[in-house]
């Protein structure tokens, strides 16, 4: 048994891994001193995984499925199945407050061969995943949310480039890279936003997409950029409707539980209202990053 201790967002996290592997995922967040920790992670191993009971509330086939939990105790389940559809690979049963997670994995060792197909590849990946939704919403109670977006500290300033999937977020903070000095991604997926004293800051965190691009830093959050791909470049302010359509779709918002979706909808009210948010129209290109570094200056 291994014990761990993380900071992410300004939340402590302890991490007790009973498992037969390390667990680096979270390894540049890692604080020396134990605390009193905001969530509790329980990481184990075990040859045979019961299928949860519960109100199946989310089934995407091959991917996660989520279930709350019916009998009394409150909280929800959420597990991955082999091929969508076979045994539990990994299963997460998850406190009601959110401050408490057992994630349990199916023990491969003894089969050498799906052992490595299904530990490395799927599971660990896995893992990580489900811990990051624990934290999302867990989040919440400390006036959080998390978005999906890429995101850089330049200047003192966060900058958050927001769009679908494939639009070109990545490629827009990699141009900054290049193009303008004293730039750091803070997280290239998906960055933390948490209001403290009324002003919204943006934080890195270690769930940053298949890349792994993310820092362990914070900025307050100066401005929100959603990108649309467009033959010329040119950049528009968004009033605060037209901000709040089009953000939204790229905020985890808990549609499961209508409690949490208040306060999630309420604490993205009060970013919408404090950052300013802008649409760039835009070719991956210099002249795009120049355009909005003026905008910003």
Known sequence: MSLSFFQVAGMDIKLTNNGYEPYHYMRDFIITNQVEADIN??????????????????????????????????????????YGIGKIMTLMDISEDWRNAIVTWYDYSGDEENFRKNSHAQIWPSVHNMLGMVFRYCLLEYDGLVIHASTLKWNGKGIMFSAPSGTGKSTHVKLWQDYIHDVKILNDDTPAVRIIEDRPYVF????????????NDSAPLSAIVMLEQAKENQIFRLNNQQAINRLMPRVFLPYFDQNMMNKALSIYEKIIRSVPVYLLQCRPDREAVELVYRCLE
Request: hydrophobic share 30%; proline share 4%; glycine share 12%.
């Open 41 to 82: 992670y329980l990481l184990q191993t075990m040859k045979q995984i019961e299928f949860p009971q519960g109100e199946l509330i989310s089934d995407s086939s091959t991917c996660f499925k989520w279930m709350k939990k019916t009998s009394g105790q409150g909280g929800h389940y959420v597990y991955l199945q082999e």
């Open 204 to 215: 890195g965190t270690p769930w940053s997409g298949s890349e792994f691009l993310h820092s």
